[in-house]
T-cell receptor, first 114, second 112 residues
Framework: DAGVTQSPTHLIKTRGQQVTLRCSPI?????VSWYQQVLGQGPQFIFQ???????GRGNFPDRFSARQFPNYSSELNVNALLLGDSALYLC?????????????FGPGTRLLVL | GQNIDQPTEMTATEGAIVQINCTYQ??????LFWYQQHAGEAPTFLSY????GLEEKGRFSSFLSRSKGYSYLLLKELQMKDSASYLC?????????????FGKGTRLSVIA
């Protein structure tokens, strides 16, 4: 079975531009979460979606937005990019949204903002 | 607030045993996860603890003490391929949703 997939794998943008990152969860998984991982740090929670609804948002500015589609895939959008947005963006999927549910991570999209 | 502490770096010898500690302070607690992350790759799930005690899975074991806000990951019979970052993550029920709160990770180097 395919795991979590993300596209693109790498991306280079300039300050002020906008970017869209894509994620396809493991087949049958209905919950998708997005994390930002800056070099040398642990992943930081951005959004969680379950059944196409936003169920949680981390401490990120409104420049960050996301959505989940009927097939449970998801997009993360970042507007007005800043240098500090350079990071590895990870998508994680889980079967449902619950306390014991394990989140499985995709390979990530490495974003570099120049 | 939320705070998860792990040592930044550790070095151990091939074939040995290493223990990576994690202490946490969160407004709620609904489980603790350990992930392994090789450089440039995604985190992969290792273990999950929600009750006190030891969970063993092959060469890897994880321990939890909720009263002490403490967990450790024990790696036995270390192999070179175990060189990676190890991330401790807590599910904070108090936040109203179920995202994971991660520590900064412990970079383990296994040497011959």
């Amino acid at each position: 079975d395919a795991g979590v997939t993300q596209s693109p794998t790498h991306l280079i943008k300039t300050r002020g531009q906008q970017v869209t990152l894509r994620c396809s969860p493991i087949s049958g998984h209905k919950s998708v979460s997005w994390y930002q991982q800056v070099l040398g740090q642990g992943p930081q929670f951005i959004f969680q979606y379950y059944e196409k609804e936003e169920r949680g948002r981390g401490n990120f500015p409104d420049r960050f937005s996301a959505r989940q589609f009927p097939n449970y895939s998801s997009e993360l959008n970042v507007n007005a990019l800043l240098l500090g947005d350079s990071a590895l963006y990870l998508c994680a999927s889980s079967l449902v949204m619950g306390s014991g549910e394990t989140q499985y991570f995709g390979p990530g999209t490495r974003l570099l903002v120049l | 607030g939320q705070n998860i502490d792990q040592p930044t770096e550790m070095t151990a010898t091939e074939g040995a045993i290493v223990q990576i500690n994690c202490t946490y302070q969160t407004s709620g607690f609904n489980g603790l996860f350990w992930y392994q992350q090789h450089a440039g790759e995604a985190p992969t799930f290792l273990s999950y603890n929600v009750l006190d005690g030891l969970e063993e899975k092959g060469r890897f074991s994880s321990f939890l003490s909720r009263s002490k806000g403490y967990s450790y990951l024990l790696l036995k019979e270390l192999q070179m391929k175990d060189s990676a970052s190890y991330l401790c993550a807590v599910r904070d029920r108090g936040s109203g949703n179920t995202p994971l709160v991660f520590g900064k990770g412990t970079r383990l180097s296994v040497i011959a």
